[in-house]
């Protein structure tokens, strides 16, 4: 090895790109684990080594200086390959022990994922379960996930997606609430209403619903949230009528299905693993389970009939379908 050795190892360059995607200092130590003071030593030590600042403070945001600009693409071309070398090593594994890292949005993964995963460590007691609840599609490429439960088709290539099941949604509320209000028949009838609305990323600017609509439903939202838990909370506390998907609204109880014949809309859940981690015995196993308790509970998450499949042997799965570009 030479003696001048500006490039010490790979964790240079993931500390270069963390700053870079979050940028800041604070952000990158976050995505990390570390602490903000050292991730700025360590910027620090590595711009001494390389001899020319790597990135420049405008306000709250640390923005690239012409030498960082002139590295990104090599940078991320190293963070491409060392990816897959975790891959092909995880790929190896044939162990089921370690963590599984799962990520999947509120309601699905609390109130139903959750329970199913209980049952899952009494047969796999040495795999850790990480489950990350986000609003957001985890990057499966980046490694933020291992497994995801999506709604959905996923569009980024090189994953495995497995559709599972039909996710129904129809109107929800509280007894108390519909003891107060006028009777609902017809959607014109939710006019005289207060609705209870979900505003999550892309649809700030149409409706206070979490599912796109032609036409915004009637009704005078008199609680709105990002959050669906919180959304869930404010229907059960007499709000007003909520667009809630049969699933939780059975599993929450104390709801009132508005309008039963009226199913609002439906989305398919996916689940998704990248091609080569299917191949690692721990996450394959969890994939597989999971996929087999969601096909099992297909009416709860189409219709919010429980049924006897909740407390029957998980049904046969349907094979894995490999993710193409269209």
Do not use: C
Request: charged fraction near 25%.
């Amino acid at each position: 090895m030479h003696g001048y050795d500006p490039l010490r190892d790979w964790a240079d360059i993931r500390l270069f790109l963390a700053i870079f995607d979050k940028g800041s200092l604070v952000g990158a130590a976050e995505l990390l684990g570390l602490t903000q003071p050292t991730v700025g030593r360590r910027l620090s030590a590595m711009e001494t080594r390389f001899g020319t600042p790597l990135f420049v403070r405008a306000g709250r945001r640390m923005q690239l200086t012409d030498a960082g600009k002139a590295i990104l693409d090599s940078a991320r071309r190293m963070e491409i390959e060392m990816l897959a070398i975790e891959r092909h090593l995880e790929a190896q594994s044939t162990a089921l022990r370690g963590e599984v890292t799962i990520s999947a949005t509120e309601g699905t993964g609390t109130e139903w994922l959750t329970p199913v995963l209980r049952d899952f460590h009494r047969e796999y007691p040495e795999i850790v379960l990480n489950v990350q609840i986000d609003s957001r599609a985890a990057d499966l490429l980046h490694r933020e996930a291992d497994i995801a439960l999506r709604l959905g088709q996923p569009e980024q290539q090189q994953l495995i997606a497995r559709r599972l099941v039909t996710v129904g949604f129809g109107l929800y509320a509280s007894q108390d609430y519909l003891d107060n209000a006028p009777p609902v028949h017809a959607l014109e009838d939710l006019a005289e209403h207060q609705r209870v609305g979900l505003r999550t990323p892309g649809n700030r600017e149409q409706l206070f619903e979490s599912l796109p609509f032609s036409d915004p439903l009637p009704g005078n939202y008199t609680y709105v949230s990002n959050s669906p838990t919180a959304q869930m909370v404010a229907v059960k506390a007499g709000f007003g009528i909520g667009l809630l998907s049969h699933r939780w609204a059975t599993m929450a109880g104390k709801l009132v299905r508005v309008m039963p014949q009226y199913n609002a809309t439906s989305i398919d859940l996916w689940l998704v693993t990248h091609e080569e981690l299917r191949y690692s015995a721990r996450i394959r196993t969890t994939f597989d389970f999971i996929a087999e308790r969601a096909l099992a509970d297909a009416e709860l998450f189409a219709r919010g009939d429980s049924g006897p499949a909740r407390s029957s042997k998980p049904a046969a799965q349907a094979p894995a379908r490999r993710k193409r570009s269209t």
